[in-house]
């Protein structure tokens, strides 16, 4: 890639990156739960029907990792936001890529203007 093609890359990963919409690091899992009552269908070996599926986002920030539980309305715009994120560490590593990429081919234009 030419520095002009790279430039113009890492130009549309910003305008990519603007449109990023609300997001969250972390990933969503299904829980199935055991309860409380003693007869209740959830302790049953046969049917083994447990109570659930609970919804939880977990992710770790700074050092920290952290777990919430998610009510039923909030699992499909957590899952969008969750995706967003993802979206932008893609975005931000193509362009560090170029970055590095771009930086490699203007040294080796400078080394070959240098030989002229
Ligand atoms: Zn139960």
């Known amino acids: 890639m030419s520095v ?3 430039q113009r890359r890492i130009a549309q990963l910003q305008r990519q990156l603007l449109a990023l919409g609300p997001l969250h690091p972390g990933s969503i899992s299904e829980q199935y ?3 409380g009552q003693l007869a209740c269908h959830c302790k049953d070996p046969k049917i083994s029907q447990k109570h659930g599926p609970y919804y939880q986002l977990s992710f770790t920030w700074q050092g920290k990792s952290s777990t919430r ?3 039923a309305e909030q699992v499909e715009p957590m899952r969008q936001k969750v ?3 993802r979206r932008l560490r893609e975005l931000m590593g193509e362009w560090v890529s170029l970055a590095v990429e771009r930086e490699r ?3 080796a234009r400078a080394k070959q203007q240098d030989g002229d």
């Open 83 to 85: 995706a967003n994120y």
């Open 4 to 6: 002009t093609q790279i």
């Open 33 to 35: 739960n055991v309860c």
């Open 69 to 71: 539980f998610l009510r």
């Open 105 to 107: 081919a203007e040294r």
